[in-house]
């Protein structure tokens, strides 16, 4: 094999290697592998993270009473 081969199969390798696959790997390992945690929220702009934020916002709300009316 030439030496300029083995040099551009070297720098393609390299350059693939820093490159961004657009997931995150992290989200993808098992929680006792150092992935997320099992009660972690769901992911911004999917159905289950509207639904969890509308849940959230519900235990938010002051508790109804008389001293709500001030």
Do not use: H
Not at 3 to 19: K, Q
Not at 24 to 49: C, K
Request: with cysteine; glycine share 10%.
């Amino acid at each position: 094999m030439k030496p300029s081969l083995t040099l551009l199969f070297v720098i393609a390798n390299l350059m693939a290697g820093c490159a961004s696959t657009g997931s995150n790997p992290v989200a993808d390992m098992p929680s006792w592998m150092g992935g997320l945690p099992a009660n972690a929220p769901p992911r911004p702009g999917t159905a289950a993270y509207d639904a969890w934020q509308a849940e959230r916002a519900k235990g938010s709300r002051p508790p109804k009473g008389k001293d709500a009316a001030r």
